[in-house]
């Protein structure tokens, strides 16, 4: 009954339904999408597997589809030698009971040996290790698995670590694996811990033999088998086959090799250990991506906060009160009556003092106060942490960190981007607006006037005085022409300029106001360059990891 059961299980195995190369092939390239996005945001311990499995799965299928890799793996004395030879019909690999007696990994190659030298070269299976199974007296009793390339590997268990070393390099590799058992130690915890239970991915290309079964009772040999059967359920390796085997009686190894036909027929093996391969390191970076993100996860509020940091950082508050001092005092300047502004012109020295400060003050814009000293910085930070732990919180470890870390990894250089933005930020002071011109024009009219109608005065009191007789040049209101021009120019000066000084006090409010928008716009520029742009490029390759595992990780 047990053997009827071992034979439907080989039978499901190898009638599972077929993969395609070009679906094993969109899974690893999606992979490989994978590691360029979590590239420098993931621990490169983390990604080691999966960069294993994207360079194995691509040299494997450029070396040869048509090639079946079956190693027969075991502990001292299981009889795998044996096995290998009784199945090669040659006696190729050393036997020992006792102790280790395969040093090297030997290869029997059922066809000819030269087509799959590149890919014995890839096992790294020494030269003077390979053997051909090709014969033209048998060779239709061996075209069943012509295709076969049989692995004996050195003992797991061995004394020398080289061996084992070279058991778990090959076991990396192959195709499919037989695992050759001992009656006697098929419970063994070494195996089963250390090896069996990390093939529970790799069902469909994992063969246990119960071997030397030639040395028990039938009724033993079923016992034995439906032992191991609990045995393998326990680790994960329910619906692996598990048949009885002897290389020199009864029950052979008959079962083993038409199970082998069977795999080499279908050419299924290379490709389910491949993708047997992509679900392992697939199910282990599954921790790795949770919930869909989008931009939206950084709050418009915390950039704000960062923004408000940074502008008290570049001392912008300090800026805009210096651009409506100096927009004030030039259009006082601009406005005032032409004889008060000269009445009270400075000294020569002041003057070229003050030249300077009006030169200073519209740059003065470029000068932040973004002193580490302050402890404006500080704040900074604290908002630049804040921005990010808000973006953390839904991202799956070791996401979080990689995303802190993006947001810090600009700070240092925030005071010198601030410098640069302020500095070529133009607050629009050395633009002249139209009204000023028109004031200024009346102004100078004014001032026109009242120099014509003192010099007409002077003229007409000296010509009177040499007993000319002049016209009396009767005006508005029967004042005197001269006289109107005079008085009226010099009293139209000074009080434009005191109604004016309201107007650009207003003038000056919105001046400041205007500066304040453009070096918030360009502070904003720089918390986007610096902060929030390291962000989204961390939230943006995380959505393109995440895409990229949910193709890899789904069998179409």
């Not at 609990?230 to 199970?259: I, M």
Request: hydrophobic share 50%; net charge neutral; aromatic share 4%.
């Amino acid at each position: 009954m047990a053997a009827e059961t071992a034979e439907g299980v080989v039978t499901e195995t190898l009638d599972a339904p077929p993969l395609e190369v070009d679906d094993l092939v969109r899974r690893v390239q999606a992979l490989e999408r994978f590691l360029a996005a979590a590239e420098g945001h993931l621990p490169d311990a983390r990604l080691a597997a999966a960069h294993t499995v994207v360079e194995r799965a691509g040299q494997r299928l450029a070396l040869s589809r048509h090639h079946s890799v079956v190693a027969l793996a075991g502990a001292t004395g299981s009889g795998k030698s044996s096995l290998f030879n009784a199945l090669a019909r040659m006696d190729l690999s050393p036997v020992g009971a006792r102790r280790p007696t395969t040093n090297d990994t030997y290869a029997c190659v059922w066809g000819s040996a030269d087509d799959a030298a590149h890919l014995l070269d890839w096992l790294g299976i020494l030269p003077r290790r390979r053997f051909a199974r090709e014969s033209e007296l048998d060779g239709e009793a061996e075209a069943g698995l012509r295709g076969l390339v049989l692995l004996d590997l050195p003992d797991f268990d061995s004394i020398e670590a080289s061996h084992r070393a070279e058991v778990d390099r090959i076991l990396g590799l192959v195709d499919l694996v037989v695992w050759v058992l001992d009656p006697q130690k098929y419970a063994d915890k070494v195996i089963h811990h250390s090896y069996l239970r990390q093939f529970h991915r790799h069902k469909e290309v994992t063969v246990v033999a119960l071997n030397h079964a030639d040395r028990l009772s039938p009724a033993d040999v079923q016992r034995c088998l439906a032992d191991l059967r609990r045995l393998l359920d326990a680790d994960g390796l329910t619906g692996v086959p598990a048949l009885a085997s002897s290389a020199y009686g009864p029950p052979g190894c008959d079962e083993l090799r038409g199970l082998l036909e069977r795999a080499v027929a279908t050419r299924q093996a290379a490709l389910r250990r491949l993708a047997g391969d992509v679900d392992q390191v697939v199910a282990e970076l599954s921790a790795t991506v949770g919930p869909e993100v989008t931009e939206r996860i950084i709050d418009d509020r915390a950039i704000r906060a960062l923004d408000d940091a940074l502008v008290a950082a570049a001392g912008v508050p300090a800026v805009v009160q210096m651009a409506e001092y100096a927009y004030l005092r030039r259009a006082t300047e601009q406005l005032g009556w032409p004889v008060l502004r000269w009445l009270s012109r400075p000294r020569p020295r002041a003057r070229a003092d003050a030249g300077e400060e009006r030169e200073a003050a519209p740059a003065a814009a470029a000068r932040p106060a973004a002193d580490p000293a302050t402890g404006r910085l500080a704040a900074v930070g604290v908002a630049v942490r804040a921005l990010a732990e808000q973006a953390a919180d839904v991202l799956p470890a070791p996401w979080p960190d990689a995303l802190r870390a993006a947001a810090r990894s600009r700070l240092d250089d925030v005071p010198a981007a601030l410098d640069r933005a302020l500095a070529r930020t133009d607050l629009g002071l050395s633009r002249t607006p139209w009204w000023w011109r028109l004031i200024a024009g009346v102004q100078w009219l004014a001032l026109l006037a009242a120099g014509v109608g003192l010099v007409w005065l002077l003229a007409d009191l000296g010509g009177r005085a040499l007993g000319l007789s002049l016209p009396a040049y009767p005006g508005p209101g029967g004042m005197a022409l001269p006289t109107l021009l005079a008085v009226g120019g010099m009293v139209l000066g000074p009080a434009l300029t005191v109604a004016t000084r309201p107007l650009a006090a207003v003038a000056a409010r919105r001046a400041r106001t205007r500066a304040e928008s453009r070096l918030r716009e360009a502070v904003a520029e720089v918390a986007r360059e610096h902060a929030v742009a390291p962000v989204r490029a961390v939230l943006d390759a995380y959505g393109q990891a995440r895409a990229a595992l949910a193709v890899a990780g789904r069998p179409r």
